[in-house]
């Protein structure tokens, strides 16, 4: 398999290779407690979506009433 990865691009290395992977995974360490802040942000964003609905509802009720 290394001997046909050699004739598609023979430029780069495997040391290359293994530091654009470093590279990447840590740009996504870099990122995660981003992503988890965001879930916490979700979360939030959820319940006062519901809450507005629940609230529109309610008043749609009442104007229904008078």
């Not at 050699?6 to 740009?27: L, R």
């Not at 507005?52 to 009433?65: E, G, K, N, R």
């Amino acid at each position: 398999m290394a001997e046909a990865a050699k004739g598609i691009n023979p430029e780069i290395t495997p040391e290359e290779v293994t530091e654009e992977v470093k590279e990447a995974a840590a740009e996504v360490v870099e990122k995660a407690p981003f992503l988890a802040s965001w879930e916490k942000v979700r979360a939030i964003v959820l319940f006062y979506t519901i809450y507005v609905m629940a609230a529109a509802l309610l008043l749609a009720l009442h104007l229904m009433v008078l």
